[in-house]
């Protein structure tokens, strides 16, 4: 009967030690897919030159000076299929990533999201500009550039603009 319960004991540590093992591979598992996802998760930084995309792309979303147009810039630079969006909803608040989820403090969120986009399409125009034979020239004959710099303008002074984007923004995020 002894040997009985000792052989019991034996399995039943054999199967303890078994499920600590399958436990500490399902940790680094999960460590690893979450340093993996980090990886791909975009930084919610003021980017100083905008997004990084291409010419023609940030050329159409500018075009359209549309709100709408603005929401689909933010989700080609933060909501590609390799990344993950640094935004969550978190109740009725909103959250970004930087080491951890940290609550949006005096619209850093938002402020960061406007300047990007902004930044955006004036690094677009600028380089159109230096494109062109003439700063000059380019100014006189190009029919956009006017109405693009005045919507830029409205994007960066008026809070119902704004606003909107944001609210656009904010429907995407989970």
């Known amino acids: 009967m002894d040997e009985k319960i000792l052989n019991i004991e034996k399995?039943?540590?054999?199967?303890?030690k078994e499920l600590l093992e399958i436990k500490n591979l399902i940790k680094d598992s999960l460590k690893n897919?979450?340093?993996?996802?980090?990886?791909?998760?975009?930084?919610?930084?003021?980017?100083?030159?905008?997004?990084?995309l291409e010419d023609e792309l940030i050329g159409e979303r500018l075009k359209k000076n549309s709100y709408i147009s603005d929401t689909e810039l933010f989700k080609d630079y933060?909501?590609?299929n390799e990344y993950l969006i640094p935004l969550r909803k978190n109740g009725k608040k909103i959250q970004y990533f930087e080491n951890e989820w940290k609550n949006d403090e005096n619209n850093y969120i938002f402020d960061t999201i406007?300047?990007?986009?902004i930044n955006t399409y004036l690094v677009y125009?600028?380089?159109k500009v230096e494109d062109s034979e003439?700063?000059?020239?380019?100014?006189?004959?190009?029919k956009d550039y006017k109405t693009n710099i005045e919507y830029l303008k409205r994007l960066e002074t008026v809070q119902k603009c704004k606003n909107q984007i944001i609210k656009n923004i904010m429907c995407l995020i989970e």
């Open 114 to 117: 406007m300047f990007n986009i």
């Open 33 to 52: 897919n979450l340093n993996e996802n980090l990886l791909k998760m975009r930084s919610l930084i003021k980017l100083e030159n905008g997004f990084d």
């Open 134 to 142: 003439t700063e000059i020239d380019f100014k006189k004959y190009d």
């Open 125 to 127: 125009i600028q380089k």
């Open 78 to 80: 933060y909501m590609r």
């Open 11 to 16: 399995e039943i540590y054999e199967i303890k």
